[in-house]
Structures are given as structure tokens and as C-alpha cells.
């Protein structure tokens, strides 16, 4: 397969549909023949030896089950349950036509501009925390969740993001809890200052709210 099937243009087409992963445990062939300027497996172009053998011990424990001879072919959702599986090699069309039906059990995926724009945002997200610009933080997580909140394939991207808002919307109410208990104390400037910060770069997120009606509970000033 690997020099007569994944080369074929059609099925090089279909794997566009699908997630690829190469593995195999295999380790009686030489390792790192050279390619031009570059060493790979000798039996993959682009693949070191040692990334075929993570790739085998990373996934058989968490989707292949049963008895898996070289070569076989699995077609598995995105949660790891399979789809099918084929033995032995096959066809190029035959690739094409597993890829297609398993294409149509899973629906409409993402492209590679679409998932490089939520990683893309999630990462601009973590850079502006650690410079503590918390709003644009809160920002560039938002755009994930809207825009694949509701994409079936996209629902462990729309989950990350949401679960960092989680975690900013956490540290926000814990800024808001201490403010009260400031303000409690007698030190209402200080808690005053802590709720407009709040209010003001966590908009969106419940902890805004939560400063807001604080504020409003603040002793007035005499």
C-alpha cells in the first residue's frame, strides 16, 4: 500500500476527508534512510521510525481493539469509536469509498484554515494572560466558542475554549469575593477599584455581572 495505494491521487483526495495516522510496531527494517537532504523510515517518506512506533503504542490502547496485522486500514470517529476496518491491502478505490462512507458517518468536519484559526486563537489567548490582558484574552476565547459552539466536529475545540473562560470567569469571582470582604473591612476604595476592573475586562463572563451588583451594594460615599 504504501508505495502503490497512498501515492494514487484520488486517494490522496480522500485523505483530505480524514485525520491520517501512520503506525505500525515494526522494527526489523533499517531506520532513518536518507531522503535527499533528510532520513526517514525506509518504508514512509516523512515518517521517522520512531514516530510510527509512538503512533502504534499512543493509539491501539485508545481506539484499535482486537488483533491488527500490517497492513490494515481503520476508520474510526473522532472519540474512537470504529467505523471499519479492512485487513490486508486494497484498491485505491476501495480506500476511496471506506474514506467517503466513514466521511458521511462522522458529517461535516473542519478545514485546516478553520482549526488553525481556534488553535491560533486559544494560543493568542494564553499570550495575552500571561501579560495579563485578561479582555483580550477573554476576546480571542470568545471567537472560538462562537463560531464552533454549535459545529458537531468542532465540539473538543468549542470545549477547550470554553473551559479557559471557566477558569478566567473562576479567578474573576475570586477577585470579586476578595472585594467584598474589603469592603467589609472598611477598605471600599480598594474594593471599589477591584470591581470596576472586574466589570470592565471580564465583560461576557458571569464574574462581570457579579462585580457589577457589588458595586452596587458598596456603602455610599458620605
Known amino acids: 500500500m504504501d508505495s502503490s495505494v497512498y501515492p494514487n491521487k484520488d486517494v490522496i483526495v480522500a485523505s483530505k476527508l480524514v485525520v491520517s495516522i501512520y503506525c505500525h510496531n515494526e522494527t526489523e527494517h533499517s531506520e532513518d534512510k536518507p531522503y535527499g537532504s533528510e532520513k526517514w523510515c525506509e518504508h514512509v517518506y516523512g515518517v521517522k521510525c520512531e514516530e510510527h512506533r509512538k503512533n502504534h503504542n499512543d493509539t491501539s490502547s485508545l481506539f484499535f481493539q482486537g488483533s491488527i496485522p500490517n497492513p490494515t486500514t481503520i476508520f474510526c470517529t473522532p472519540d474512537g469509536k470504529e467505523i471499519s476496518r479492512k485487513k490486508g491491502s486494497m484498491a485505491p478505490k476501495e480506500f476511496v469509498d471506506m474514506a467517503k462512507e466513514a466521511a458521511a458517518k462522522v458529517g461535516p468536519g473542519i478545514g485546516q484554515e478553520e482549526y488553525l484559526f481556534a488553535k491560533g486563537k486559544m494560543k493568542a489567548s494564553d ?73 470592565a475586562n471580564y465583560k461576557g463572563l458571569d464574574c462581570a455581572k457579579a462585580a457589577e451588583k457589588a458595586m452596587a451594594e458598596l456603602p455610599k460615599e458620605k
Open 127 to 199: 499570550a495575552s494572560l500571561s501579560e495579563q490582558k485578561v479582555k483580550d484574552a477573554i476576546a480571542s476565547l470568545t471567537a472560538v466558542t462562537k463560531q464552533f459552539g454549535k459545529h458537531p466536529t468542532a465540539k473538543k475545540l468549542a470545549e477547550e475554549a470554553q473551559a479557559k473562560l471557566d477558569k478566567i470567569n473562576e479567578a474573576g469571582l475570586a477577585i470579586v469575593d476578595q472585594a467584598k470582604e474589603d469592603a467589609a473591612a472598611g477598605k471600599v476604595d480598594d474594593a471599589k477599584k477591584a470591581l470596576k476592573d472586574v466589570y
